[in-house]
């Protein structure tokens, strides 16, 4: 009997609380109560580490959010995308019991309120210190697990193989790194290795094909710090340049062909290969806009190109020798045809 008093009891405060959790309001005031008591009033330093044994090392996990890719740049060696960098820790000095502060559980000050990771931006093309958002959204539960997400649009350099060009596969990175801290002192984490793709727009040049995240410790001179890197994997659609450059590069070289099939009375065989040698060149100074100019490996096409337009200038010569010859021949048959008549 005594026994099944206390179980009652137990289960009436559980009760009693449950209901006092719902009907209790969360009011402005609770609310205000957190930030004065955890943040304004309570000596937090935002510059310091949130841990209470400051001799730990504080995790942060790190996950990437990709919205789209604004650029693969070929002439500049550049990849530009968009998208959320998501960093996840605990902070041991910003915990409360939500039953004090009317059941509230979550809280969202401003970022530099709070600790964060400082990042840089190591291969970037332009800043290096992309996130001075001060609105990015900051949420702190009431456990102390806390969550940053920053959003920028995060311009790096890219070295591109062109060998295959326009049907290539290309990989970019985004490194970044907490210069501020060492590995001893903080290390990043990623429970997801994948990228997320979920809000991803899709790109009209390149595909998607895989998105990774992985962690490493950067050696610098003295010390180590902590890092992550972004690896895209990338495939360009080719059917608008094989459209628009192949194609007529392949119909061209049959047309050099043809230049041995027009007869020297005419008059057009020269015109008809200078021409086609002309439409190469062209075709060749468009391509060689479109690639880098320090590439370290040349591209096939710029090859294949080359190989064509040497082809052309040869027949173009053929036709001169063969024209020349020609006409050689009907001097040769009108003197004889002179002589002669002179004899008569």
Same mark, same amino acid.
């Given at each position: 009997?005594?026994?099944?008093?206390?179980?009652?009891?137990?289960?009436?405060i559980l009760i009693f609380c449950h209901i006092y959790h719902v009907v209790t309001p969360q009011t402005y005031t609770n609310v205000t109560s957190i930030f004065n008591d955890k943040i304004n009033n309570s000596g937090y330093n935002p510059q310091v580490r949130p841990l209470v044994n400051q001799s730990q090392t504080i995790f942060v996990d790190v996950w990437f959010e990709l919205v789209s890719i604004v650029e693969v740049n070929d002439v500049a060696q550049s990849f530009t995308c968009n998208g959320f960098l998501l960093f996840g820790w605990m902070d041991e000095l910003i915990v409360w019991n939500p039953y004090v502060y009317g059941g509230h559980t979550l809280i969202h000050p401003l970022p530099e309120q709070i600790w964060r990771p400082m990042v840089l931006l190591l291969n970037t093309l332009d800043k290096r210190e992309l996130f001075k958002d001060k609105k990015s959204p900051v949420f702190i539960?009431?456990?102390?697990?806390?969550?940053?997400?920053?959003?920028?649009?995060?311009?790096?350099?890219?070295?591109?193989?062109?060998?295959?060009?326009?049907?290539?596969?290309?990989?970019?990175?985004i490194n970044m790194t907490a210069l501020t801290l060492t590995s001893e002192e903080m290390q990043f984490t990623s429970t997801e290795p994948t990228i997320s793709t979920?809000?991803?727009?899709?790109?009209?040049?390149?595909?998607?094909?895989?998105?990774?995240?992985?962690?490493?410790?950067?050696?610098?001179?003295?010390?180590?710090?902590?890092?992550?890197?972004?690896?895209?994997? %990338?495939?360009?659609?080719?059917?608008?340049? =094989? #459209?628009?450059?192949? *194609? /007529?590069?392949?119909?061209? @070289?049959?047309? &050099?062909?043809?230049?041995?099939?027009?007869?020297?009375?005419?008059?057009?065989?020269?015109?008809?290969?200078?021409?086609?040698? %002309?439409?190469?060149?062209?075709?060749?100074? =468009? #391509?060689?806009?479109? *690639? /880098?100019?320090?590439?370290? @490996?040349?591209? &096939?096409?710029?090859?294949?190109?080359?190989?064509?337009?040497?082809?052309?200038?040869?027949?173009?010569?053929?036709?001169?020798?063969?024209?020349y010859l020609s006409h050689r021949e009907e001097v040769r048959a009108c003197i004889w045809a002179i002589e002669q008549y002179s004899l008569y």
């Open positions: 009997m005594g026994l099944l008093r206390i179980q009652s009891s137990l289960i009436y539960y009431n456990t102390g697990g806390a969550t940053w997400a920053p959003g920028s649009v995060f311009p790096v350099s890219c070295q591109l193989t062109m060998t295959n060009y326009p049907f290539d596969q290309q990989e970019c990175v979920s809000y991803y727009t899709l790109h009209g040049e390149w595909d998607l094909l895989a998105a990774t995240i992985s962690t490493f410790n950067l050696s610098t001179r003295y010390v180590k710090v902590p890092g992550f890197q972004l690896k895209f994997t %990338l495939k360009r659609r080719p059917i608008f340049l =094989i #459209v628009n450059i192949i *194609l /007529p590069v392949v119909f061209l @070289s049959f047309l &050099n062909i043809l230049v041995f099939i027009i007869p020297v009375e005419s008059g057009e065989k020269i015109g008809y290969g200078i021409t086609v040698l %002309l439409a190469l060149s062209v075709f060749m100074c =468009i #391509v060689m806009g479109m *690639l /880098p100019r320090s590439s370290r @490996s040349m591209p &096939n096409v710029t090859i294949y190109l080359f190989i064509l337009l040497i082809i052309s200038m040869l027949t173009v010569i053929d036709s001169i020798v063969i024209v």
